[in-house]
């Protein structure tokens, strides 16, 4: 069964350092999300990618964060200056099914 | 907006029981729905999906739901509980038209199974 993997499994930064968060989605999924979950709640809707551009996304995803897929596989989030607040889950998502996240900690 | 209730924050059942965990949801018409199940420190499993048809919906590990519309539920069932159900479990709703699979999730119910 094909499955979501996102890369690396924990990222530790400094505040205002930039990172990049990657995920292989599934081949032939058309839909592709990237979720944050900070520790002890809920999971909370970032952003929808859709035919290689935004097509929703959530308060929480300002101008911080950018998305894009580059070479038609890989699906990357991109924090530019990172924050404290910033310390969460990530996962992507290819349509209903999730990858295993990517730990995030801002120092 | 769409968004999910899920009233208990934790529940503790006996090997061997019977499980029922609850899921309300809000949306202005059939929504799409969801349960995840979530081991510590680990992803998103999908446990079953609804989208039409039948209300009663079969998924892994011997998990089933029933979406009743009356209700605006989409509870979570198993007859016979393992100890490897303990986790936290999620429900989410997604909005019919468009990205399906955007999703809300509720804050989940924690999962304890006693031997």
């Known amino acids: 069964e094909p499955e979501v993997t996102q890369t690396p499994s924990h990222q530790v930064t400094q505040m205002g350092q930039e990172v990049i968060l990657r995920c292989v989605p599934i081949?032939?999924?058309?839909?592709f999300y990237w979720y944050r979950q900070i520790l002890g709640q809920k999971v909370e809707f970032l952003v929808s990618f859709y035919n290689n551009e935004i097509s929703e996304k959530s308060e929480i995803f300002d101008d911080q964060f950018s998305v894009e897929r580059p070479d038609g596989s890989n699906f990357t989030l991109k924090i530019r200056s990172t924050k404290l607040e910033d310390s969460a889950m990530y996962f992507c998502?290819?349509?209903?099914?999730f990858g295993p996240g990517t730990r995030l900690t801002v120092l | 907006a769409q968004s999910v209730t899920q009233p208990d924050i934790h529940i503790t059942v006996s090997e061997g029981a019977s499980l029922e965990l609850r899921c309300n949801y809000s949306?202005?018409?059939?929504?799409?729905l969801f349960w995840y199940v979530q081991s510590p420190g680990q992803g998103l499993q999908l446990l079953l999906k609804?989208?039409?048809?039948?209300?009663l919906v079969q998924g892994i590990k011997g998990f089933e739901a029933e979406f009743k519309r009356s209700q605006s539920s989409f509870n979570l069932r198993k007859p016979s509980v393992h100890w490897s159900d303990a986790a936290e479990y999620f429900c989410a709703v997604g909005a019919r038209g468009g990205s399906n699979y955007k999703l809300t999730f509720g804050k989940g119910t924690l999962l304890t199974v006693n031997p």
């Open positions: 609804y989208f039409s048809g039948d209300t």
């Open positions: 081949s032939n999924h058309l839909y």
């Open positions: 949306y202005g018409a059939t929504p799409y």
């Open positions: 998502a290819s349509e209903q099914f």
